[in-house]
């Protein structure tokens, strides 16, 4: 199966969460666009109330299989409807991260996504309560407005999305790594995330509110969401939050509202 890999990276801001570096490795003409810098915030996400409903998109819902020309208006039609939203939703931010291509989990008629937590006893610093932050981080998404679910399963082998830990990362400053493999239709296969269990040159142990934090935001990076610029995100690089956000709602069903694959159109 030919298939790109989407390299998503997080790490401490400010003795905190910090900024996520983004690489994806695909056909040369995809070159990838680093997200912006963006500066840290002291203050959680309030509870927000639920995003409004999308509406259905008739006609559209499915890759067209028509002619060259209602394929371009399809694409013309789903990008009005991306724009419509505006400031509600950052889904252009995975636009401009993977040349045009939504990138999602294919439809799974109310299959939920399965997560295997892969222990490792050897890690020096380990302890069982690691299993329980990154669970607390998976479940911050249930009753997610995409109606995506999860199911946690023993085997990493069979697990559409696979966790595991390492002491610290190669780059210290970094606490947790996403990588996604999708089709070049735009569907997701699979997704592997790495997360540091310290952080620094002088290897700091991550409190259990970061372990948790940073957990939530790769899962959401696993699940197909790029980054937000607005702080108050979830998926903003340096987030506080430690669960989604009315935006992160909205920019999640509006993901699975569309089709997987290609939006680009061909400039006049």
């Not at 009753?143 to 697990?159: H, K, M, Q, Y």
Request: proline share 9%; aromatic share 4%; charged share 20%.
């Amino acid at each position: 199966m030919n298939s790109r890999p989407l390299l998503i990276v997080v790490g401490l801001f400010a003795a905190l969460v910090g900024f996520d570096a983004l690489r994806r490795h695909g056909p040369p003409a995809s070159a990838p666009v680093a997200p912006p810098p963006a500066a840290p915030h002291s203050g959680g996400s309030a509870a927000a109330p639920p995003p409004r409903q999308l509406g259905p998109l008739p006609g559209i819902d499915a890759p067209s299989g028509g002619t060259p020309t209602l394929d371009l208006l399809a694409r013309l039609a789903i990008r009005r409807r991306i724009a419509r939203e505006g400031e509600a939703v950052y889904l252009d931010s995975l636009l401009a991260n993977t040349d045009s291509m939504v990138v999602r989990w294919a439809d799974r008629s109310g299959a939920p996504l399965t997560v295997a937590f892969v222990r490792d006893t050897s890690l020096t610093g380990w302890s069982e309560s690691i299993l329980d932050d990154a669970r607390a981080g998976m479940h911050s998404w249930d009753g997610n407005s995409a109606g995506l679910g999860f199911r946690e399963v023993t085997s990493p082998d069979s697990a559409d999305i696979r966790v595991r830990w390492v002491v610290a990362l190669p780059d210290s400053t970094r606490v947790g790594v996403t990588n996604l493999n999708w089709s070049p239709d735009g569907e997701i296969h699979g997704a592997d995330i790495t997360l540091a269990l310290q952080e620094g040159a002088h290897h700091t142990d991550l409190p259990v509110s970061v372990r948790q934090r940073v957990a939530a935001h790769e899962l959401g990076h696993a699940i197909g969401l790029p980054h937000s610029g607005r702080r108050d995100d979830l998926m903003f690089p340096g987030t506080l939050a430690s669960s989604p956000s009315r935006r992160d709602q909205a920019t999640l069903q509006l993901l699975y509202a569309v089709p997987t694959g290609s939006l680009h159109v061909p400039q006049q």
